[in-house]
Antibody
Framework: QVQLQESGPGLVKPTETLSLTCTVSGYSISSGYYWGWIRQPPGKGLEWIGTIYHSGSTDYNPSLKSRVTISLDTSKNQFSLILNSVTAADTAVYYC?????????WGQGTLVTVSS | QAGLTQPPSVSKGLRQTATLTCTGNSNIVGNQGAAWLQQHQGHPPKLLSNRNNNRPSGISERFSASRAGNTASLTITGLQPEDEADYYCSAWDSSLRVWVFGGGTKLTVL
C-alpha cells in the first residue's frame, strides 16, 4: 500500500518561502503515477496546488503558478513543494497525494501557518 | 477557470438514502467524469470513487457514483452515523490541465 507523509516547517513568515516535502513509501515514484499537492485553509474547502508526473513534467493551479514549484527527488522517493512570497492567505493544511483517476492516497496533512 | 457546484448541506435520516450532486461544464464533468472524496473532521480526505466511477478496494458498496450529462452524483444507501462528513467532488479539466474541486457538501445523518 502506498503511504505518503508530509514534512516541513509549521510556521513561515510573510513574504518568505514555504517549503514542504512528501516522502512516499510502498511505491517508487519514478515508476509511474502522478503526485500532487492540495491545500485546505482552516474551515474551508480543498484547493489543488499542482501535480508532478513521474517524468518530471508539471501542471499548476493558474492562481498560484507564478509562486509555485513542484519537483521530484527519485533518489529519496520524495517530491517537494515550494511556494514563494507567502501571505496569511496561504495558511492551510497542506496535503500530498497520489493521483490515479482521482486523488487516491493522501498524507495526513501538515498545518502551515503564515505569521510574523 | 470552471468550477464545480455542490449543495452546501444535505440532511437525511438514519438508514435512508442520500444523493449528493456535483455540477460542472462539459469540459470537465461531462467529458472527464468526477471523483468523490469523503472527509471527516480533522482527517485527510478519502477517495470513495474515481473518475471512472470505480470504488477503491475497501470502500463500502453503499457508496455508488454516477454521471448524467454535466452532473455527477454520489448515492449513499443505508445511511449510518459514520457517514456524517464533508463530501467533495473533483474533476480534471483536460483543456486547461487543472484539477477542480467542488466547494463540498456537509452531510448530516439525523
Amino acid at each position: 500500500q502506498v503511504q505518503l507523509q508530509e514534512s516541513g516547517p509549521g510556521l513561515v513568515k510573510p513574504t518568505e518561502t514555504l517549503s514542504l516535502t512528501c516522502t512516499v513509501s510502498g511505491y517508487s515514484i519514478s515508476s509511474g503515477y502522478y503526485w500532487g499537492w492540495i491545500r485546505q485553509p482552516p474551515g474551508k474547502g480543498l484547493e489543488w496546488i499542482g501535480t508532478i508526473y513521474h517524468s518530471g513534467s508539471t501542471d499548476y493551479n493558474p492562481s498560484l503558478k507564478s509562486r509555485v514549484t513542484i519537483s521530484l527527488d527519485t533518489s529519496k522517493n520524495q517530491f517537494s513543494l515550494i511556494l514563494n512570497s507567502v501571505t496569511a492567505a496561504d495558511t492551510a493544511v497542506y496535503y500530498c497525494a497520489r493521483e490515479d483517476w482521482g486523488f487516491s492516497d493522501w498524507g495526513q496533512g501538515t498545518l502551515v501557518t503564515v505569521s510574523s | 477557470q470552471a468550477g464545480l457546484t455542490q449543495p452546501p448541506s444535505v440532511s437525511k435520516g438514519l438508514r435512508q438514502t442520500a444523493t449528493l450532486t456535483c455540477t460542472g461544464n462539459s469540459n470537465i464533468v461531462g467529458n472527464q467524469g468526477a471523483a468523490w472524496l469523503q472527509q471527516h473532521q480533522g482527517h485527510p480526505p478519502k477517495l470513495l470513487s474515481n473518475r471512472n466511477n470505480n470504488r477503491p478496494s475497501g470502500i463500502s458498496e453503499r457508496f455508488s457514483a454516477s454521471r448524467a450529462g454535466n452532473t455527477a452524483s454520489l448515492t449513499i444507501t443505508g445511511l449510518q452515523p459514520e457517514d456524517e462528513a464533508d463530501y467533495y467532488c473533483s474533476a480534471w479539466d483536460s483543456s486547461l490541465r487543472v484539477w477542480v474541486f467542488g466547494g463540498g457538501t456537509k452531510l448530516t445523518v439525523l
